[in-house]
């Protein structure tokens, strides 16, 4: 089973979607490992974010996420990355398909309202940044042999 962080940014919590957001994940049958509702200091965001330093929207990133709380999980499924990243939709609200999360709360450039992580390598990476192995459980549901094969 692959593994993949999501969490909800800033401007989902503040918007009150948090619920909405992880029902969509549930109902699409994927399974939640890990969570928790933290704030992200400049450190982590700077880890989090390495690749993009330098960038010119990188300070204004650093910024938003550390603006407020996020809710963060480690999400289990197929193909996970792909999956999350499908359901997310484009980076950008105003150009995300309707039925995507970004596509039915997302109006701004800026506020995306979700990170997933965009390969398996950045997951794990992501995963450890924000999660302790402790912190991850291992469990079957009663009828995943129904909606993972």
């Known amino acids: ?3 993949t962080l999501v969490f909800v940014k800033p401007d989902g919590v503040q918007r009150r ?8 994940l549930e109902d699409k ?3 939640i490992v ?35 709380p996020i809710v963060a999980m480690v999400i289990e499924g197929n193909d996970i990355v792909a999956v999350v990243r499908k359901m997310m939709g ?10 995507t999360i970004r596509g039915d709360f997302g109006a701004a450039k800026t506020f995306n309202l979700v990170h997933g992580s965009d390969s398996a390598a950045s997951a794990d990476r992501e995963i450890g940044l924000y999660f ?3 912190e991850i459980l291992q469990y079957a ?3 995943d042999e129904w909606t993972f094969d």
């Open 17 to 24: 979607l948090i619920g909405r957001i992880i029902s969509r």
């Open 90 to 99: 484009k980076t950008f609200g105003l150009e995300a398909e309707p039925g």
């Open 34 to 68: 890990g969570l928790k509702m933290m704030r992200v200091d400049t450190a982590l965001a700077e880890r989090h974010y390495a690749e993009h330093k330098g960038k010119p929207f990188y300070e204004k990133l650093l910024k938003f996420v550390t603006a407020g």
């Open 29 to 31: 049958g994927l399974r």
């Open 141 to 143: 549901r009663s009828g």
């Open 1 to 3: 089973m692959d593994r």
């Open 132 to 134: 302790r192995p402790e």
